[in-house]
């Protein structure tokens, strides 16, 4: 029911975008709304990668990647590839036609009708093209994208992909739209090119639950060849359809010129945005010329005040400390191109697993995670493209439009509360770093607008270090100074795989120490998920000893690929596939027991109980007392375990001690207030019988307009639907009956790592069940018909 709930709203509000104001959701293929349509642009298009004569022509539909890829990720495809689509125009009838894209990696050349009409440089945030001039009316029309994805020293993250900490997916990865709008329109905020303007801008000063009062902003563009007089109508609507309605007076445009309308907003009783009601408002705008509508654009909101001090971070009045993870935008095979609903899974899984915060590593990420983070409750650090490079020129040119173009987009998230306008862990110069912090208040001159950058410089207002870039043992908890906080924006991961070794990531081979290191594969055996998870654990607890500490963010929640490496990198607390590992449920118990499904009373027992087994048992509960059974036969009940690495802790874990291994169940009961609150369980796994397989929707259905992208996992159990973390066998994936809107991404051949193989299923136009097939010769066959509840 939420997801369909979910649906109708998204639907109600014409569009779910708030960075771009008029919506990348992939569930709409087409809005008309009176004077302005909005057209999902993303089917049908011929793709080529340049690669000699052989070259061939393939329809593909939108998010694409050039090519994919292999899992571990050693030799990615750079070069120069074309996109290319006919549309048809009809006779003249004084419409403007804009193409707006929300990424391309890195460099797009965009032509209609052989005409260059624009050159984008940047892969992460979103250009629009003017089409208007280039169209030829009565006929058939073109448009071609050269999409240009080689190492580009210019560009930010700037530096070559073969040093660089993450990848670089080339192709058109994110959705494009066809709009159509008349010759008087609201602008689009990042192709306005206004400071602290363009689109829709709205604000409010220190909103409370009683009044919130502020200011909406419109852009209007006048190419008609007559002068106007303009009106607005403006309308604020909360979740339970309560409006509150503003009317503009009548303001004067001149033929070829713009205008912005300000006017002064107030809402009483407003429903706040937070962590826990993450209340959204949609946003209509409508342009008249006397009672005609001419233009009409939605957005979504959120209401909420904020404040950093010194030494700590307030919203909507409620101190709050912020626990957060970092986040890659990328997926196994298919690298950047997410489906906007692949991003909403990655959002909600963050939350699940007990953040309430998330570090946007290190770039700015799609409109469909914010969007996700905004409905979800997660607040964001937002971030410029940027890691361990600096140079001066068109480098420098580019991050600062990198910051416009940022704010623009993003400005109206009510989750992101931190804005990275500093380069990851690269040596700026203070010119740069104050010329950038200028650029963002003025584009956004607000008291509760906080920059934030990795320099301990007096330009920023939050200083974010990673842990590793502290000294032992203290590392950051006694950091000291009267004007800056701190927030820990990187843990967990380098000061136990490289022993501070600090940015020599060429010698990692002669550091790496596989009993420290929180590199570990979900496949590494229970020990090394252990050890990651109680690295986790030491450096969590230590992050919470000092001073000025708002807040940290994990490094990382889901394993990646880098550029500069070998492997995986496997520091996330879930693998590439998003399977949890130990770790996970670690941070999962750090989140007091609620009622909602995202911080229930739980408990987990970090042991598969193998005769290999630890008889050390490890417990992560956020509840009071844990009881522990083996084979019903209670071990003990006891409360949490308090030392040097647990002290500062929300919830400490549970160790029990065991003489001998049993085979066997161990329960573990978790208690609050003396009550059963929550339990889990583990069997000692017997012999591989047979495949049990679950596909992974996450909160959202699969798009049944467009393209979307899930995992399917294939558990191979015992007879008593126990995994056998042991096994690595060969499952062969199949689809049956061979449907056209399906496709399995990466291999039909999956060897499982830990007991569970895990394929990419690409979906389009999801209207029909799907059923997939996965079999061994020593397993047997399993079937799962995939569906939307």
């Not at 639950?209 to 006048?222: F, L, M, P, Q």
Request: hydrophobic share 35%; aromatic share 12%; proline share 5%.
């Amino acid at each position: 029911m939420k997801n369909v709930l979910r649906l109708v709203f998204l639907i109600f509000l014409g569009c779910s975008s708030v960075s771009c104001e008029w919506g990348s959701g992939g569930n709409i293929l087409k809005r008309a709304s009176g004077p302005r349509t909005i057209e999902n642009y993303n089917s049908s298009w011929l793709f080529q990668r340049q690669e000699g004569k052989g070259s061939k022509w393939e329809k593909v539909n939108l998010p694409h990647s050039v090519k994919i890829e292999p899992l571990i990720v050693n030799n990615q495809w750079q070069g120069t590839s074309v996109y290319r689509k006919s549309f048809n125009v009809g006779a003249p009838d004084g419409k403007k036609w804009f193409f707006h894209f929300e990424g391309v990696m890195q460099e797009a050349r965009v032509f209609i009708n052989g005409n260059e009409a624009l050159i984008h440089k940047g892969g992460y945030l979103p250009f629009t093209v003017d089409a208007t001039p280039f169209l030829v009316p009565r006929s058939e029309n073109r448009i071609k994208v050269e999409v240009i994805n080689k190492d580009d020293s210019t560009i930010p993250p700037g530096k070559v992909l073969k040093d660089l900490d993450f990848n670089l997916y080339g192709g058109i990865y994110r959705n494009v739209y066809l709009i159509k709008t008349n010759e008087i329109y609201i602008t689009d905020p990042v192709q306005a090119d206004v400071v602290n303007g363009g689109g829709i801008l709205i604000h409010f000063d220190d909103p409370n639950e009683d009044k919130a009062s502020g200011i909406i902003s419109t852009h209007v563009r006048n190419e008609s060849d007559k002068d106007r007089q303009l009106s607005l109508d403006i309308s604020f609507t909360d979740r339970n359809g309560k409006t509150t309605n503003f009317k503009s007076t009548e303001y004067d445009i001149k033929a070829g010129e713009e205008l912005t309308i300000t006017r002064k907003v107030e809402i009483e009783e407003p429903l706040l945005w937070s962590t826990q009601q993450p209340n959204l408002y949609n946003v209509k705008v409508e342009v008249k010329d006397g009672r005609k509508v001419i233009d009409r654009k939605e957005l979504r909101t959120g209401i909420r005040s904020l404040q950093l001090t010194g030494k700590d971070f307030f919203l909507n009045g409620e101190k709050i400390f912020l626990n957060g993870t970092n986040r890659h935008q990328e997926y196994p095979y298919i690298g950047y191109a997410l489906s906007n609903e692949a991003h909403y899974r990655d959002a909600y899984k963050i939350k699940e697993a007990g953040f309430n915060f998330v570090r946007l590593s290190h770039y700015p990420h799609a409109s469909a995670f914010l969007e996700a983070c905004d409905e979800l409750g997660l607040m964001v650090m937002n971030a410029i493209p940027g890691w361990q490079y600096f140079e001066e020129g068109d480098f420098v040119e580019n991050a600062i439009q990198n910051i416009k173009d940022m704010a623009r987009r993003d400005r109206h998230h009510p989750s992101v509360v931190f804005w990275e306008n500093s380069l990851n862990e690269s040596e700026m110069p203070e010119e740069f770093m104050v010329r950038a912090n200028e650029v963002l208040k003025a584009e956004l001159p607000y008291s509760s607008i906080y920059t934030a950058g990795w320099i301990d410089h007096s330009s920023y207002d939050l200083f974010i270090p990673a842990r590793q870039h502290g000294k032992p043992p203290g590392y950051w908890n006694l950091y000291d100074t009267p004007h800056r906080p701190i927030l820990i924006a990187e843990y967990g991961d380098w000061e136990y795989y490289a022993q501070n070794a600090g940015f020599n990531q060429k010698a990692f081979n002669d550091l790496k120490e596989e009993e420290r290191t929180s590199g570990q594969l979900r496949g590494a055996g229970e020990a090394r998920l252990l050890q990651q998870a109680l690295n986790y654990q030491e450096a969590f607890n230590s992050n919470l000893k000092g001073g000025q500490t708002i807040g940290h963010a994990n490094w990382l929640m889901f394993d990646y690929n880098r550029g500069y490496a070998r492997d995986l990198e496997a520091s996330g607390i879930s693998d590439i596939f998003r399977l949890p590992k130990f770790s996970y449920y670690f941070y999962k118990s750090q989140k007091a027991p609620g009622k909602d499904k995202f911080s229930e009373p739980m408990v987990f027992i970090a042991n598969y109980w193998t005769p290999q087994s630890t008889t050390s048992v490890r417990i992560f509960s956020n509840t009071e007392e844990v009881a522990l059974y083996l084979n019903d036969e209670l071990i003990e009940r006891k409360t949490a375990e308090i030392n040097e690495i647990s002290d500062s802790l929300p919830y400490p874990p549970f160790t029990f001690e065991l003489e001998n291994f049993h085979k066997g169940e161990l329960r573990a009961v978790g208690y609050i207030n003396d009550q059963e609150a929550a339990r889990h369980r583990v069997q000692t796994p017997e012999m591989p019988i047979k495949i049990e397989l679950e596909a992974d929707l996450s909160g959202t259905n699969i798009n049944e307009k467009g393209v979307d992208v899930i995992f399917v996992y294939a558990r191979i159990v015992d007879k008593n639907g126990t995994l056998v973390p042991t096994s690595t066998a060969p499952i062969e994936f199949s689809l049956v009956d061979n449907p056209k809107n399906a496709k399995i991404i990466g291999g039909y051949i999956i060897n499982a790592e830990a007991g569970i193989a895990t394929i990419l299923l690409r979906t389009e136009r999801f209207t029909e069940s799907i059923k997939i097939r996965a079999n061994s010769h020593s397993l047997g066959e399993s079937v799962l018909t995939i569906k939307n509840p």
